[in-house]
């Protein structure tokens, strides 16, 4: 019964902001957007930045299950503050930017955790591997220069070496771990 009254929650604030079409497609504010990866080099934590990242999402406020993601992550555009570990990150044992230039999200469908928790299900790629990805995200709607918008904020852990990310020497996970989180604070207007 809670999960229904959520169900309800969301779907009536969704109809509300997308009356009177059926479904609401929303581009990503990459003025407003950050989206970084957090990982640990010698035992060291860094971060770094995804910029320029677009994104569009569809979600139809009847159906909240049924949503649509398409994410482009433009790796040449990645920011750290080290150009020497820039250069790392877009040589071919890393990223291998001259081959794979992006890497993307697509997802097709949702699962309603709570009235603004959910689950998006789908496939992340980055250089020649796509593996399936559960993307849990926190959606609240807000208003942005006097228009709605939404606000979703994520944490998922994904492992690089499952993504070629880490040939030769970075393969070795004894430096930098397997693990790198991806950390997601954007804002999307309705298109």
């Given at each position: 019964?809670?999960?229904l009254?959520?169900?309800?929650?969301?779907?009536s604030t969704?109809?509300?902001?997308t009356?009177?079409?059926?479904a609401a497609?929303?581009?990503?504010?990459p003025?407003?957007?950050?989206?970084?990866?957090?990982?640990?080099?010698?035992?060291?934590?860094f971060?770094?930045?995804?910029?320029?990242?677009q994104?569009?999402?569809?979600i139809?406020?009847?159906?909240?299950s049924s949503?649509?993601f398409q994410v482009?992550?433009?790796?040449?555009?990645v920011?750290?503050d080290?150009?020497?570990?820039?250069?790392y990150l877009?040589d071919?044992?890393?990223?291998?930017?001259?081959?794979?230039?992006?890497?993307?999200?697509?997802?097709?469908?949702?699962?309603?955790?709570?009235?603004?928790?959910?689950?998006?299900?789908?496939?992340?790629?980055?250089r020649?591997?796509t593996?399936?990805l559960?993307?849990p995200?926190?959606?609240?709607?807000?208003?942005?220069?006097?228009?709605?918008?939404?606000?979703?904020?994520s944490?998922?852990?994904?492992?690089r070496?499952?993504?070629?990310?880490?040939q030769?020497?970075?393969a070795?996970?004894?430096?930098?771990?397997?693990e790198?989180?991806?950390?997601?604070?954007?804002?999307a207007?309705q298109?």
């Amino acid at each position: 019964m809670r999960k229904l009254s959520h169900y309800l929650m969301l779907a009536s604030t969704l109809l509300f902001v997308t009356a009177p079409t059926q479904a609401a497609m929303w581009e990503l504010d990459p003025g407003q957007s950050l989206v970084y990866f957090k990982y640990s080099y010698g035992g060291e934590p860094f971060q770094g930045e995804f910029r320029n990242v677009q994104a569009t999402f569809d979600i139809d406020p009847m159906r909240p299950s049924s949503c649509e993601f398409q994410v482009t992550i433009p790796i040449e555009d990645v920011y750290v503050d080290s150009p020497e570990v820039k250069d790392y990150l877009l040589d071919y044992e890393l990223f291998d930017v001259d081959t794979w230039p992006t890497a993307s999200f697509t997802a097709e469908n949702c699962s309603v955790q709570s009235a603004d928790t959910f689950v998006a299900d789908g496939t992340l790629t980055i250089r020649d591997q796509t593996h399936p990805l559960s993307f849990p995200f926190n959606l609240t709607m807000e208003t942005c220069d006097g228009q709605v918008c939404f606000h979703m904020t994520s944490e998922v852990t994904i492992q690089r070496l499952e993504y070629g990310v880490g040939q030769g020497y970075w393969a070795n996970t004894a430096e930098v771990p397997n693990e790198v989180a991806i950390e997601v604070d954007v804002y999307a207007m309705q298109k």
